[in-house]
């Protein structure tokens, strides 16, 4: 075995009993975390997400963005514990969207879009599987281990635009990709648009109410593709904000899209529910954000970068 291929075994390993010890002690401290009689299926798609990313490193493996020393173990760490607590203040009842599940509006998401496309695939995957598991507990909302590895996975593909050498043609293929998938989302609700979803009220007290997906909501696919078009041509000249926003976009339609998937079979969804109700709800928004607060912070760490003569 290679020290890559150890250091990446070693990384999912990690996501993997972290995420069963904090259900075992969050289930012991607050029943609310407690799985229901699905807990195997999620862990299921757990180990499915986990497949995904080692067959995307055999795949790559030649590449040396899956390098994992001290310093990215230290990243890691980092990454996953600002995603939990961003993610904690922020996945309340003030900021719900509505859906056929909680989704709240997440501005904490562009921490492991940004690890990731800083750091490489692994701190992504990590800071992002992690730290919305931690940050979950931290709610008190329940668990939901499957969108945990969604939000992992987010962070991994917003690290993999590191493959080409090109810049330029990274982006057109993520962008490429993108469009499709923002598109055939959007479609599904062009035909469904008053699909009933529940809208947490006061969570506290057990309150839901029915209300329809916004128009905001169902578009704003289509309206965080738009952004990060404009992003990339507005920064033309800086190929690495350019390219974080574009590969960030992508990691998010598939890593939210492989978490409301799941849901067909855990919560018994039909494909348009987890698409009009949970997908667009949740990854729509987040585009918005990693359109508007991905560029900040890669030029941030940019110029940070050059104070420090590195």
């Known amino acids: 075995m290679t020290r890559r291929l150890i250091s990446v075994i070693l990384a999912l390993a990690s996501v993997l009993v972290l995420f069963l010890l904090i259900v075992w002690i969050g289930g012991m401290i607050n029943p609310d975390l407690q799985l229901d009689e699905t807990a195997l299926l999620r862990f299921v798609f757990v180990a499915i997400g986990l497949v995904i990313v080692f067959i995307v490193y055999l795949l790559t493996r030649s590449s ?12 890691m760490a980092i ?9 904690f203040l922020f996945n309340g009842t003030v900021f719900a969207v509505p859906s056929v599940s909680q989704v709240a509006l997440r501005p904490a998401i562009a921490i492991p879009m940004f690890f990731g496309y800083t750091f490489g695939p692994t701190v992504g995957f990590f800071s992002g599987a992690v730290g919305n598991m931690f940050g979950d507990a931290l709610t008190g909302f329940g668990l939901s281990p499957q969108w945990s590895i969604g939000n992992g996975l987010i962070g991994m593909i917003a690290g993999m635009g590191a493959l080409f050498t090109v810049k330029k043609r990274s982006m057109n293929v993520a962008l490429i ?46 309206v965080g593709l738009v952004l990060t078009i404009v992003i990339r041509f507005v920064f033309a000249r800086n190929e690495d904000v350019a390219a974080s926003v574009t590969w960030s976009m992508l990691g998010n339609l598939i890593g939210i899209g492989f978490a409301a998937i799941s849901d067909i079979w855990i919560n018994g969804f039909s494909p348009t529910v987890a698409i009009v109700g949970e997908f667009l709800p949740a990854a729509g928004p987040n585009l918005i954000f990693a359109a508007i607060l991905v560029p900040i912070l890669v030029a941030a760490y940019e110029a940070v970068r050059r104070q420090a003569g590195r």
């Open 177 to 222: 990709l993108s469009i499709v998938l923002a598109a055939i989302a959007t479609v599904f609700y062009a035909l469904n648009p008053n699909l009933e979803n529940l809208l947490f009220f006061a969570p506290d007290a057990g309150v839901f109410g029915d209300a329809p997906i916004t128009v905001f909501a169902g578009l704003s696919a289509l």
């Open 79 to 87: 990454g996953a514990a600002l995603y939990a607590v961003f993610s």
């Open 64 to 75: 040396g963005m899956w390098d994992v020393g001290t310093r990215e173990v230290v990243y």
